[in-house]
């Protein structure tokens, strides 16, 4: 393999239309094709004509942190108005968040973002990779590791 890079991510969600619902209104992200066969529900996102996510209605449970596997989802922006554009939006939608407002990565670079959950509880970050020093109204910043 000369190069390599992440493709899109699948989630698992117990109810897909909330979660399509969720992701096209919260990430602009759009459908570029959908299953609606009982028992075969899914959803393919894109932006700007890259699949992203794929959401599978296969849960009857929503996400738990205790279990081995996704950690969270990342998307990058360009820039910390980007962010707090984003952060807008999800505030309208009555996201929850992890933190209040844009925290700087406590790796000691500049990359910071909004840290919240989707629907079915599935860990979310935007971010920037640069513009968020100084910005954290949260003391002690964390990795996106933990939250």
Known sequence: MSTMQTGHVGINVTDIER????YTKAL?????????EDGRRFALL???GQLLVALWQQS???FATDRAGLHHMSFQVESVEDVKSAEQVLRELGTEFAY?????HGEGASSGGIFFTDPDGTRLEIYAPEGAEGTAPV??????GFF
């Open 139 to 144: 003391a002690g910043a964390p990795t996106c």
């Open 60 to 62: 009857t449970e929503g």
């Open 19 to 22: 979660s399509i619902a969720f």
């Open 100 to 104: 209040d407002g844009i925290v700087p």
């Open 46 to 48: 894109t932006r700007d």
């Open 28 to 36: 602009g992200l759009s459908i570029s094709a959908e299953g609606k």
